[in-house]
C-alpha cells in the first residue's frame, strides 16, 4: 500500500500557530487604535468653548468626520482580519485532522507491511542461500574451466616428449632449496630459513594456548616472504595403571608462506642464464646432497620442463610440487615430503 499524500511535519503547525499569534496581536493593535482615535475626537469636542455652546468650528467638524471614517475603516479592517483568522483556525483544523487520518492509515500500512516481510523471510533467506551456493559452485566451476584451457594450451604446445634418465621418482630426505615459479617468474622462497625461525618461536608462544585453544602467529618477511603459522591445544587420551588419562599437547596446525608481491624473482627465462641470481644460486649448493623443489602453478608448467632439464645437465635432482592457482604454499605435520626425480 502506497500513500501518495505526505505528512505535514510538526514544523508546518508551529508555523500556522505563530502566523495566528501575529495576526491576534494586530487585532488587538487595530482595537486599541481605534480607541484612541475615538477619545480624541471626544477631547476635542469638550475642550472647544464655542462647541460647548453651540457653535461648531468647520475645521474640526471635518477632522471628526475624517477619524470617523477612519474609524469605520479600521473596523471594517479589523472585522476583515478576525475573519480570515477564523478561516486560518478552521484551515488549521482540518490539516490537523487530515494529518491524523493519514498517521492512521501509515500505522495500518507498516502493519501490513511488517506483517508481509515476516512471511517473506524464511522464502527470502532460503532463495539467498541457494544464490550463495550458486555463485560459490560458478566461482569453482570457472576456475576448473581456467585449469583445463591452461593445461589444453600447454599440451598444444608441447611438440615433443623428452624423455629424461632416473624416472622412478625417491622421497627427499636430505637437503631441500625451495623455489616458486609462477606467471613465468623464479624465485627463492626461504622456506628453510622461516621453518627454523618457526621451530625457535614455538616454545615462547605456548603459553597463550593456556586462554584459548588455538593461536596465529607470523613470522618475517624474509626475502618477500611472510611465514603465517597456527598452533592449537589438542587432547590425547592413554590408558595408565590408574585408569584412562587425557593430555593436552601444544602441536602446530599448519604454516602458510605469504607472498608480499604477486610477483616475486626474476624471469624463469632469463634465471637460466650464466650471470643470473638463480644460476649463482645453484652454483652455491652441492648437486649430490640438494635436491630442487619447485612449487609450481598451472601457468607455468612448460617452464618448470625447462627448468627440470637444466637442472638436470647440471646434475641437480628436481622434485615437482604443483599448485592450483592462487593458493599459497603451506604446510602441515599431515603433509607428505617431496619426490625427486
Known amino acids: 500500500m502506497k500513500i501518495k499524500r505526505r505528512l505535514r511535519r510538526d514544523d508546518n503547525d508551529s508555523g500556522l500557530d505563530s502566523f495566528l499569534d501575529i495576526v491576534a496581536n494586530l487585532v488587538g493593535i487595530l482595537v486599541?487604535?481605534?480607541?484612541?482615535?475615538?477619545?480624541?475626537a471626544q477631547d476635542a469636542l469638550v475642550d472647544d468653548p464655542d462647541n460647548a455652546?453651540?457653535?461648531?468650528?468647520?475645521?474640526?467638524?471635518?477632522?471628526?468626520d475624517q477619524l470617523q471614517a477612519a474609524t469605520q475603516d479600521?473596523?471594517?479592517?479589523?472585522?476583515?482580519?478576525?475573519?480570515?483568522?477564523?478561516?486560518?483556525?478552521?484551515?488549521?483544523?482540518?490539516?490537523?485532522?487530515?494529518?491524523?487520518?493519514?498517521?492512521?492509515?501509515?500505522?495500518?500500512?507498516?502493519?501490513?507491511?511488517?506483517?508481509?516481510?515476516?512471511k517473506l523471510d524464511s522464502e527470502s533467506q532460503s532463495r539467498?542461500?541457494?544464490?550463495?551456493?550458486?555463485?560459490?559452485?560458478?566461482?569453482?566451476?570457472?576456475?576448473?574451466?581456467?585449469?583445463?584451457?591452461?593445461?589444453?594450451?600447454?599440451?598444444?604446445?608441447t611438440i615433443e616428449l623428452e624423455h629424461l634418465p632416473t624416472p622412478l621418482a625417491k622421497t627427499v630426505f636430505g637437503?631441500?632449496?625451495?623455489?616458486?615459479?609462477?606467471?613465468?617468474?623464479?624465485?627463492?622462497?626461504?622456506?628453510?630459513?622461516?621453518?627454523?625461525?618457526?621451530?625457535?618461536e614455538v616454545p615462547n608462544k605456548i603459553w597463550k594456548l593456556k586462554q584459548v585453544p588455538e593461536i596465529t602467529e607470523t613470522i618475517g618477511p624474509m626475502q618477500g616472504f611472510h611465514?603465517?603459522?597456527?598452533?592449537?591445544?589438542?587432547?590425547?587420551?592413554?590408558?595408565?595403571?590408574a585408569g584412562p588419562v587425557v593430555r593436552q599437547v601444544a602441536e602446530l596446525k599448519e604454516f602458510v608462506l605469504v607472498p608480499m608481491s604477486s610477483?616475486?624473482?626474476?624471469?624463469?627465462?632469463?634465471?637460466?642464464l650464466p650471470d643470473s641470481q638463480f644460476t649463482q644460486l645453484i652454483e652455491s649448493f652441492n648437486p649430490s646432497r640438494t635436491v630442487i623443489t619447485v612449487w609450481t602453478y598451472p601457468d607455468s608448467?612448460?617452464?618448470?620442463?625447462?627448468?627440470?632439464?637444466?637442472?638436470?645437465?647440471?646434475?641437480?635432482?628436481?622434485?615437482?610440487?604443483?599448485?592450483?592457482?592462487?593458493?599459497?604454499?603451506s604446510g602441515s605435520p599431515r603433509g607428505s615430503r617431496s619426490a625427486a626425480q
Not at 611465514?227 to 590408558?239: D, E, G, Q, V
Not at 632439464?309 to 599459497?328: I, N, S, T
Open 74 to 118: 479600521l473596523t471594517s479592517n479589523v472585522r476583515e482580519i478576525e475573519q480570515r483568522a477564523d478561516q486560518i483556525k478552521d484551515l488549521v483544523d482540518r490539516r490537523q485532522s487530515e494529518r491524523h487520518q493519514l498517521k492512521v492509515l501509515l500505522t495500518a500500512a507498516k502493519r501490513e507491511l511488517d506483517t508481509r516481510s515476516s
Open 175 to 200: 637437503g631441500e632449496e625451495h623455489f616458486q615459479l609462477k606467471d613465468g617468474y623464479l624465485t627463492h622462497v626461504p622456506l628453510n630459513i622461516l621453518t627454523d625461525q618457526l621451530k625457535a
Open 32 to 40: 486599541i487604535l481605534v480607541m484612541v482615535i475615538g477619545v480624541r
Open 53 to 64: 455652546i453651540g457653535k461648531p468650528n468647520p475645521e474640526e467638524i471635518k477632522k471628526a
Open 301 to 329: 608448467f612448460g617452464k618448470f620442463r625447462e627448468l627440470k632439464r637444466w637442472l638436470y645437465e647440471r646434475g641437480f635432482a628436481c622434485a615437482a610440487r604443483p599448485l592450483p592457482a592462487d593458493q599459497p604454499i
Open 227 to 241: 611465514l603465517r603459522y597456527t598452533m592449537h591445544r589438542k587432547n590425547y587420551a592413554s590408558i595408565s595403571k
Open 128 to 157: 539467498i542461500k541457494l544464490q550463495s551456493e550458486a555463485v560459490s559452485l560458478a566461482t569453482a566451476l570457472d576456475a576448473i574451466h581456467q585449469q583445463r584451457d591452461s593445461l589444453e594450451n600447454e599440451q598444444e604446445k
Open 263 to 272: 610477483r616475486l624473482g626474476e624471469p624463469a627465462d632469463k634465471a637460466l
